[in-house]
């Protein structure tokens, strides 16, 4: 397989743009399509995240600022897509500001994004498979009233979601994009699942000023302008990461052509289906009171429980988004491990040697899997001391993410004003293309 057309022509890309072919292509555009709609899982972290903006700006500030956010989170990501049809590498924002950079700049900004992505990609990975051990929290908590959930219990749990990633991204690299594959279906099949239930066994439904017209300051913030801004950034988080597939690129077959098909794709959907789920949930949320002081920590376990008035109905219900969650958590720890190898081969990070070797047998960065996986690990300890103060490592995702792509597409729309991006197929674009190495010459 890795003899085909379109594998020589993908590594001749990856040949120009001075790497070597070292990892398997693995994905074909259905199962990166699948990976990429599957890393954002828009309508769970609608359902996750929903306190935040619920609390600061109240259902008109969470649904129009859910708009606002797919909108101009698509914006960016057309911009990561025409980039990553430029050069399709794992290493991602980090080469492409090496490569439009100017001269004197190529190396500390190429150094700069590499960390920042590096950092943000592992902040993901703490984040999401918290949410993962701490939705199982919630459930025993519903099921067993009398249960009294600790936070070092949540980080227990958490590490044993982390080592299910580490187990089928080192273990069973092989059954990934099958499994990917299975998860889209899942998780279209979650979503029209939840959703009718919702609609269907609420027992009334709010009305449309309650969800279009109303607005909520329950951090009393000093102005409700305020109160919507920070309630802006649970929506804004929703849509990160979406540049997971980029970082997938020596892994993909057509890599130039599917990854822009994936990420665009996945926006769109996702996108779709996340504004239907925040609008029902709003519409189902009932007694505002118990939802916000539910004792599971998640609003929307209590939200199902609420609508369907049924314990076991709604256990089911969450351990959907719970397996959607933690399916997640392991394309991210994938993603996250790739962004680390390819930065660690061009001696970007310490124990850059160690962190590049990749597997002979299985051809995955193992090395780096387990790095980035023990630092999420280490990251998730925060939350026994303070969840306020673990929020910091969510602020760092959409910091580090949002900052990541700033810089390589202001540099791209730099180089279009100048008239140094030549249009898709014009004679001397691949020419255009650098051949240098990044951060170093690693290679």
């Known amino acids: 397989?890795?003899?085909?057309?379109?594998?020589?022509?993908?590594?001749?890309?990856?040949?120009?743009?001075?790497?070597?072919?070292?990892?398997?292509?693995?994905?074909?555009?259905?199962?990166?399509?699948?990976?990429?709609v599957c890393e954002l899982i828009t309508w769970e972290t609608v359902l996750a995240l929903f306190a935040q903006a619920f609390s600061n700006g109240g259902p008109a500030g969470a649904v129009y600022g859910f708009m606002i956010a797919w909108a101009s989170t698509l914006s960016v990501y057309t911009v990561i897509s025409e980039l990553a049809s430029m050069a399709p590498i794992a290493g991602g924002q980090y080469y492409w500001v090496y490569m439009l950079a100017p001269a004197k700049y190529k190396t500390i900004g190429s150094y700069v994004i590499g960390w920042l992505t590096s950092l943000a990609w592992i902040a993901t990975v703490a984040t999401e498979t918290l949410f993962a051990g701490t939705i199982i929290q919630g459930i025993m908590v519903l099921d067993y009233p009398g249960y009294d959930n600790k936070a070092w219990e949540g980080t227990l749990l958490t590490w044993a979601v982390i080592a299910g990633c580490i187990f089928v991204n080192v273990i069973i690299p092989a059954w990934l994009p099958r499994f990917e594959v299975f998860i889209l279906v899942f998780h279209i099949a979650g979503f029209i699942a939840i959703l009718v239930t919702l609609l269907v066994m609420t027992p009334e439904l709010g009305t449309n000023a309650s969800v279009w017209q109303t607005s909520l300051n329950e951090g009393g913030w000093p102005t409700q302008g305020l109160s919507y801004c920070v309630g802006f950034l649970g929506n804004v988080a929703t849509f990160v990461g979406a540049d997971a597939s980029v970082h997938l690129a020596e892994e993909v077959s057509n890599a130039a052509l599917n990854i822009p098909r994936a990420i665009l794709g996945a926006m769109l959907i996702n996108g779709a289906v996340g504004f239907a789920m925040m609008v029902t949930i709003l519409y189902c949320v009932g007694d505002v009171k118990s939802v916000l002081e539910t004792a599971t920590g998640f609003p929307f376990i209590q939200v199902f429980a609420?609508?369907?008035?049924?314990?076991?109905?709604?256990?089911?219900?969450?351990?959907?988004?719970?397996?959607l969650t933690w399916s997640c958590a392991i394309g991210?720890?994938?993603?996250?491990?790739?962004?680390?190898?390819?930065?660690?081969r061009d001696n970007g990070l310490p124990g850059s040697r160690w962190l590049s070797r990749v597997n002979t047998r299985t051809r995955v960065p193992v090395n780096a899997v387990i790095a980035v996986t023990a630092c999420a690990a280490l990251l998730t300890l925060i939350y026994i001391g303070s969840y306020t103060a673990f929020n910091d490592v969510i602020s760092l995702t959409i910091t580090g993410f949002y900052g990541s792509y700033f810089l390589p597409a202001a540099l791209l729309l730099y180089h279009r004003i100048k008239g140094n991006v030549l249009p898709r197929g014009s004679a001397g674009r691949s020419a255009s293309l650098p051949t240098e190495k990044t951060t170093a010459d690693a290679e």
Not at 306 to 323: E, F, P, Q
Not at 333 to 341: F, G, K, V
């Open 332 to 344: 991210i720890t994938t993603t996250a491990s790739r962004m680390t190898w390819s930065f660690a």
């Open 1 to 36: 397989m890795e003899n085909t057309p379109t594998h020589v022509a993908d590594d001749a890309t990856l040949a120009l743009l001075g790497k070597k072919q070292v990892l398997k292509r693995r994905f074909a555009f259905i199962s990166l399509f699948g990976f990429a």
């Open 306 to 323: 609420n609508s369907t008035n049924n314990i076991a109905g709604a256990s089911v219900m969450a351990a959907v988004v719970l397996a």
